[in-house]
């Protein structure tokens, strides 16, 4: 009798064995793990730390959107969640999207060798802050991160001062001014009044020239009479 108890015991306790280590991937798929930038939250997509452009994940990213790249380092998501800031003035306003491979929602995942999965990309509407990210990954040192980040160009580019830089259509051009407008009219020449003055001036040269030969012509005549 106590051997078939002992019997028993040691069958359920190997049946209770091999439960537990078939259950055990399944304890293993869901883990959770750090967002390891947590402390620099939040984050725009266009700070310098993270922003990658170059990335061709975001080759085809539209000008009105940012880009935002989450890696499992090592390993491989089982699920993602991340929460944005949809107004820089107003905190309260967020919006929080999920995803993972089967269900990826707005997400893309990517797989690297053996690495299925990963990678997770999203895309918002520009000016999006990161507030918050959580993860569910296997193979990882235990966290995940933000690899990279594109900023959408809805906006002017800045000079060098952090003022919009104009546009150079916007400046009117000064208009060319006619010389002609800043002289003085009372020292314009009067080309009108130069050549009357010429005419009445060379009439009066002829009629003083008709008047000679016709006095000449007289004092010829009254001398051939004397004669």
Do not use: Y
């Amino acid at each position: 009798m106590r051997k078939r108890i002992l019997t028993r015991l040691a069958a359920a306790g190997a049946g209770g064995a091999l439960a537990l280590a078939a259950a055990s991937p399944a304890l293993a798929l869901d883990t959770d793990v750090d967002f390891k930038q947590k402390d620099d939250l939040p984050i725009t997509a266009d700070d310098p730390e993270f922003r990658d452009c170059d990335d061709d994940r975001f080759s085809d990213m539209g000008d009105d959107e940012d880009g935002w790249h989450f890696v499992a380092p090592g390993g491989s998501f089982l699920g993602i969640s991340v929460t944005f800031q949809t107004d820089p003035a107003d905190d309260q306003a967020t919006e929080t999207f999920s995803g993972e491979p089967e269900d990826p929602g707005d997400f893309i995942f990517q797989s690297v060798g053996d690495d299925a999965d990963q990678h997770a990309d999203i895309f918002t509407p520009a000016g999006w802050i990161l507030v918050e990210a959580t993860a569910q990954a296997i193979g990882t040192p235990g966290h995940f991160v933000l690899s990279g980040t594109c900023d959408g160009d809805s906006t002017p580019p800045e000079n060098g001062n952090g003022e919009e830089e104009e546009d150079p259509r916007d400046e009117e051009e000064d208009p060319v001014e006619d010389p002609k407008e800043d002289e003085d009219p009372e020292e314009l020449p009067v080309t009108g009044a130069q050549l009357g003055g010429l005419l009445v001036l060379a009439g009066g040269l002829l009629a003083a020239g008709v008047a000679m030969l016709f006095v000449r012509r007289r004092q010829n005549l009254a001398n051939l009479l004397e004669s």
